[in-house]
Antibody, heavy 122, light 110 residues
Framework: QVQLQESGPGLVKPSETLSLTCAVSGYSITSGYFGGWIRQPPGKGLEWIGIIYHSGSTYYNPSLKSRVTMSVDTSKNQFSLNLTSVAAADTAVYYC???????????????WGQGTLVTVSS | QSVLTQPPSASGTPGQRVTISCSGSSSNIGSNTVNWYQQLPGTAPKLLIYSNNQRPSGVPDRFSGSKSGTSASLAISGLQSEDEADYYCAAWDDRLHGPVFGGGTKLTVL
């Protein structure tokens, strides 16, 4: 079955760029793929960051859109997240997750990666 | 503030039936399907219900979902101690062009 694993720095300095990668195993994303990033600040709820198709088409949360870029690397079977100009409020556990190949409005997140904690601090 | 509204907490005793509500608007729950996620302490969220009332393979039939108008509900019957977790509803929002989540409900099994 599909499994996802996030990777990236656990500590990022304020004003710098947070970069994370989600490795997909058990499925070739060249066959068609729809994935996303979600984050969860410590002790708080879930916030959607963005969704990307294997073709590169994206949907970004309007509140983060000016700072977010997502991309797909089919050769490495992974997709990535870049979040620029980070601040303490961006400290969170970042999850990647898959979505079914359905119209975006009809989908759900499953499965999820285990998550990676990113702390923004100098 | 979350786009979808859930009660922050719920509780029940073993064997009881509990329900968790999720309120939205015409741009999300009113026009799209609802999904529910369970997050056990210290773990990643897991899909519990999709497309309003469908259970993924492996989810016990004690869990059920329903939707009416701009609201949805998750029901858990025969409550068990291992059901103690945070529960989140989610739905696509046509105005925001993305999935939105409820603030989460912490379920305590007394």
């Amino acid at each position: 079955q599909v499994q996802l694993q996030e990777s990236g720095p656990g500590l990022v300095k304020p004003s710098e760029t947070l970069s994370l990668t989600c490795a997909v195993s058990g499925y070739s994303i060249t066959s068609g793929y729809f994935g996303g990033w979600i984050r969860q600040p410590p002790g708080k709820g879930l916030e959607w960051i963005g969704i990307i198709y294997h073709s590169g088409s994206t949907y970004y949360n309007p509140s983060l859109k000016s700072r977010v870029t997502m991309s797909v690397d089919t050769s490495k079977n992974q997709f990535s997240l870049n979040l620029t100009s980070v601040a303490a409020a961006d400290t969170a556990v970042y999850y990647c997750a898959s979505r079914p190949l359905l119209p975006a409005s009809m989908g759900w997140f499953d499965p999820w990666g285990q998550g990676t904690l990113v702390t923004v601090s100098s | 503030q979350s786009v979808l509204t859930q009660p922050p907490s719920a509780s029940g005793t073993p064997g009881q039936r509990v329900t968790i509500s999720c309120s939205g608007s015409s741009s999300n729950i009113g026009s799209n399907t609802v999904n529910w996620y369970q997050q056990l302490p210290g773990t990643a969220p897991k899909l519990l219900i999709y497309s309003n009332n469908q259970r993924p393979s492996g989810v016990p039939d004690r869990f059920s979902g329903s939707k009416s108008g701009t609201s949805a509900s998750l029901a858990i019957s025969g409550l068990q101690s291992e059901d103690e977790a945070d529960y989140y509803c989610a739905a696509w929002d046509d105005r925001l062009h993305g999935p939105v989540f409820g603030g989460g409900t912490k379920l305590t099994v007394l």
